[in-house]
């Protein structure tokens, strides 16, 4: 029987990006032989035209209205409800600045039967991407490092083989259905950030696995803005603070519902270690400024 994908996606003023995204799905190698697409896409408020460009672009997708405050974990969960009304195989997560490569979905798919195979039925593989033009990995897994305290570090893939993780980003993502049966949709306290992350934790919990698949799947251009707190060394410290404690930086509340959830009896030192970090780093930049 050929498996049923639920493709989610959310988006927000990035017309040309969302459709180019949706053009590279469309055009997968399988589709329609070795594989069924259903796309609900939530349009959180654009006013760019973006959920009437791809109504008329894509007439095949659910474009879902949002709220205007939904941001990504909001759309998302909003998307994969969407999906639940209907049956699938698979969902695959997809981030509408991420360029899947024409054998992206039929890669993912060979991966997570492997897995099954192997008995691991619940399972989600991520999709790693790379910078357009260098090359260099952009989005892929994260790995607990070892020692009492949660820490994680991102990881790329193995170019041969899947490499199991303990977490993903959401870019790119297949979850398997025995998967989403077993731990359901993305934490609804999440605001923009971390329901991905917490959601591949999750499913760890729950008896599941979080894997690579092998090489890289899609091309995704970096996001230099959004470590500005961490890089930029004429910040402020307190506007290096205000950008780390933003939505797209750690965002308190989604940072403290994380370690609380994962960091075990260690939590609060594993939360603190990034604000300890952004002042060592800041007094760093200062001093080499007057060296």
Request: glycine share 8%; hydrophobic share 40%; proline share 5%.
């Amino acid at each position: 029987m050929i498996p049923s994908i639920a493709v989610l996606l959310t988006c927000f003023n990035r017309r040309a990006k969302t459709l180019n995204a949706l053009e590279a799905l469309f055009k997968q190698d399988g589709a329609s032989a070795a594989f069924r697409l259903n796309v609900f896409l939530v349009d959180d408020g654009s006013s760019d035209g973006t959920g009437d460009a791809v109504r008329e672009a894509f007439p095949q997708v659910h474009v879902i209205d949002g709220t205007g405050d939904l941001y990504w974990n909001g759309g998302m969960r909003r998307a994969f409800e969407g999906a639940l009304e209907y049956p699938f195989d698979y969902m695959l997560w997809l981030n509408d600045d991420t360029d899947l490569n024409d054998d992206a979905i039929l890669r993912l798919l060979e991966t997570s039967q492997i897995l099954a195979q192997q008995g691991q039925d619940k399972t989600a593989v991520f999709g790693s991407t790379c910078d357009p033009l260098s090359g260099e990995l952009t989005y892929g897994g994260f790995q607990r490092r070892k020692g009492p305290i949660l820490r994680l570090r991102h990881v790329g893939p193995d170019l041969q083989s899947p490499r199991e993780v303990t977490t993903m980003a959401g870019n790119c993502v297949l979850v398997s259905k025995a998967a989403v049966d077993a731990i359901g949709n993305l934490e609804p306290r999440f605001f923009h950030a971390w329901g991905d992350v917490d959601y591949g934790m999750r499913l760890r919990d729950a008896g599941g696995s979080v894997w690579l698949a092998p090489g890289y799947l899609a091309q995704c251009d970096p996001n230099p803005a959004a470590q500005r707190w961490r890089d930029d060394p004429s910040l402020s410290l307190r506007d290096r603070l205000a950008q780390m404690n933003s939505f797209r930086g750690l965002y308190p509340p989604d940072w403290l519902l994380f370690m609380r959830r994962h960091g075990g009896v260690m939590w609060a030192l594993a939360w603190a270690i990034p604000y300890v970090q952004l002042i060592t780093r800041h007094l760093k930049f200062k001093l080499s400024a007057s060296a």
